[in-house]
């Protein structure tokens, strides 16, 4: 590390500050790229901007097995930019979102001298200016600050102020109902919470732009493999806040993020399309894994059950749908009320 001077008056008997060295934050960004090489390599280019005298940025990308030329593409970029704080991590299999963070995590834990805060940035994001040295002094002065999540802009560069409760059976009420009445009652229950200016503690923070202390993952914790895409990041927060760290929203510290690029579920162009299994998975998993099964039944019930009442409230307002395709069918088919033989006999039926 490169030091900084700092004033150190703690000697006895002398008027005449000792200057003892300060280390300079540092940073490992992961990125877990699939089918998105250009906008990955454009991801690096924005920290290629916060790699300054005062802040070490170094960055993995793992690519997640992508068919396309992905791999080839990012590599060539960092030949040709000279990007020797840059490396490229080959997945053999494509095994998800938390399993390609965890190849990263391997990496960073691997080095010499691991980076204070390792960083998680989807290949669909781009840094602002002055957001890694933000982050880094934040969580160097929050000590229980263990997981940090930054402000996030939209593609237009709109606001995107938004951190999140962990989801509970009066959230999947709220959601399913989507009507301002409810949504006003249940306000402390809803998982979607609009953020202010400040830095706040939450429940959990997006993955698509996550900074974690280095002692969590020394500690031990690593994403759940379970999970191939959504609700690893929920999961990962709450086993964090079992083992005594807080996760922050830090607006101060601003990505911009094209929603939604890799798998099309939250892009804003997503119009009709039918969500893909693995959300449905994600989302029984985590209730089943953190409330048990009973659990997980009533809060399906509670979402079928809303979702049912919105449909028929819309439909008698003659207003346009908007969910994606067979919304209610698809829930109902991944639902923790289908036994998990079940639904493996619907999949290998060619309805699954």
Known sequence: MNPVPAADASVPGSDTPVLRPIPTPSIDVVIVNYRSGPLAISCL??????????????????????????????????????WDWARLIHSPVNGGFGAGNNLGFAAVLAQETPADVVWLLNPDTRVMPGAAKALARFI?????????????LEADGAPWPHAFR??????????????????????????????????APV???????MAIRREVLEAGLRFDEGFFLYFEETDFCRMARAEGWQSWYLPQAVVLHISGQSTGVTAKDAGRRRM??????????????????????????AWMMAHATYTANRMLARKPQVDPDRLMFDFARHSALVPQGRRGRLRASGRG
């Open 203 to 209: 429940d959990w923070v997006s993955g698509a732009s």
């Open 276 to 301: 893909p299994g693995y959300w449905f998975d994600s989302r029984r998993h985590y209730f089943l894994k953190n409330h048990g099964r009973a659990y997980a039944v009533v809060a399906d019930m």
């Open 166 to 199: 962990f989801p509970s059976i009066l959230g999947e009420l709220e959601r399913g109902l989507r009507w301002r009445v409810a949504s006003r009652l249940l306000a402390r229950s809803a998982v979607s919470r609009r953020m202010g200016g400040d830095p």
């Open 140 to 152: 160097a002065q929050m000590p229980a600050a263990g997981i940090v999540g930054t402000g996030l």
């Open 45 to 82: 280019e924005s920290l290629a901007a916060e790699r300054t005298p005062g802040l070490r940025l170094r960055a993995f990308v793992v690519d997640n097995a992508s068919p396309d030329n992905s791999a080839t593409v990012i590599e060539q970029a960092i030949a040709r930019h000279g």
